[in-house]
């Protein structure tokens, strides 16, 4: 079935009926509630003492094949990781810097005042200087998605997943598509900018679309045991509900990589590090407390909300990741519950460029002229809304700034 808005209601009730058909959905949910509350105690008994939760990595280790098994089975645990020192601070202090020069020179606090409204993902801010920026094609922007350094990173990251699939690869761990996302410089004492807890690249479809279905088939079959989040198969199968709020790529990372120093308090994300958390959230809808046209409120073309009514017994677990500094790279799997402190009580700018991982595959191929063609013109990302201030920005990227691995990930070879 593919959600349709039209007869949305419908479909849901539907979907429901036949899925309570396949599985004893409530004897599932007190099952899977009963293993997950264990992963909630341990995280909210180590934030208590002060230890960490989110898992800690050293680029160098990932360097040099060195990160030890344990610590690469709590990351699959945990579905998150931080990244340190990926790229040296003086690089990225001065990326930092390029960046603010390319705002400003641009005057994009002008032009953003013109077009507030195109951008309907953060319609419900207040207005007020903007802390996200629909910038994608700035220097900085073009060079560490390009760099080295993130090539070993998400080479790393991709190969936590298993990516065969009936004897075939779903997509090529060792090859990434560049994918263009935005910059986030969030002012100190900003309050206007804040998330609360959601998961990105779809709601309604999880429970309605083929795909996903096929990617949750032993949640939805009863065998919730089997289900494993890393596991690949049909994930690049998912049709997603076109939308700025939805990422058209698939992407084994959400990620980004810090510009200035920043940890709790300082307006930065958040998480709820449990990567079979979303098996929960499906099960959680298919009870008989939520209406029978209602799926804990998710809604068609936004991102999935994790709401207290509903979601109460995860949110216990959302804890804020650990300090970063300049240089640091933060990764989440693409079904990890995040949020945005509200916020900002540091004395600094808490500043990132979003970048993830989203490896060489044909749902990710079929993607990359539109986005070539994007940035050839410096126009907006085709995935998100079509502000398009670049196209006359002075001292935008260009084709000749793309280094070969540049070029390969924008498919411009
Ligand atoms: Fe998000």
């Not at 208590?48 to 680029?59: C, L, R, Y």
């Not at 951008?119 to 700035?138: A, N, V």
């Not at 996903?212 to 198969?233: C, I, K, L, M, T």
């Not at 650990?322 to 945005?340: C, M």
């Amino acid at each position: 079935m593919s959600p349709d808005q039209k007869i949305l209601s419908q479909q849901i009730e539907q979907q429901k009926q036949n899925l309570r058909k396949t599985a004893d959905q409530s004897r599932s949910f007190i099952e899977l509630s009963r293993s997950l509350e264990e992963e909630v105690e341990e995280i909210i008994a180590l934030a208590a003492k002060g230890s960490k939760v989110i898992p800690e990595v050293n680029f160098n280790d990932i360097q040099k094949g060195e990160v030890c098994a344990d610590l690469t089975q709590l990351v699959k645990k945990r579905g998150c990781a931080v990244i340190r020192q990926v790229f040296k601070s003086d690089r990225v202090n001065e990326w930092n810097e390029k960046i603010v020069e390319y705002i400003e020179s641009n005057q994009y606090y002008n032009r953003e005042i013109e077009k507030r409204g195109l951008d309907q993902y953060f319609s419900q801010l207040t207005s007020g200087r903007p802390q996200i920026f629909g910038l994608y094609w700035s220097k900085p922007q073009i060079e560490a998605r390009q760099s080295q350094e993130l090539a070993v990173v998400r080479r790393w990251l991709n190969r936590l997943w298993d990516h065969n699939q009936s004897g075939k690869s779903v997509f090529n761990p060792d090859r990434e598509c560049s994918y263009a996302d935005r910059l986030r410089r969030r002012q100190p004492g900003d309050s206007t900018l804040g998330l609360s807890p959601h998961v990105d690249g779809g709601s309604v479809e999880r429970w309605l679309d083929e795909g996903f279905q096929n990617v949750y088939r032993h949640v939805y079959s009863g065998e919730w045991q089997r289900y494993d989040p890393f596991a690949a198969a049909h994930r690049t199968e998912t049709k997603e509900i076109p939308s700025p709020a939805v990422c058209q790529m698939f992407r084994t990372f959400q990620g980004w990589t810090a510009l200035t120093s920043q940890g709790p308090g300082e307006g930065t994300l958040q998480l709820i590090p449990i990567a079979r958390g979303m098996a929960w959230i499906l099960l959680r809808a298919l009870q008989n407390d939520v209406s029978d046209d209602d799926l804990c409120g998710a809604k068609v073309g936004r991102a999935l909300s994790i709401l207290p009514d509903y979601h109460q017994m995860l949110l216990k677990a959302l804890v804020p990741i650990p300090k970063v500094q300049p240089g640091d790279t933060v990764w989440w799997h693409p079904d990890v519950i995040h949020a945005v402190e509200n916020h900002h009580q540091g004395n600094g700018y808490s500043n990132v460029m979003y970048i993830g991982a989203a490896p060489v595959c044909e749902k990710n191929q079929v993607f990359l002229p539109k986005q070539a063609d994007a940035f050839l013109k410096g126009r907006s990302s085709p995935d998100f809304a079509a502000e398009d201030y670049e196209v006359d920005f002075v001292d935008r990227a260009q084709l000749s700034d793309l280094t070969e691995l540049g070029r390969l990930q924008m498919g411009l070879v």
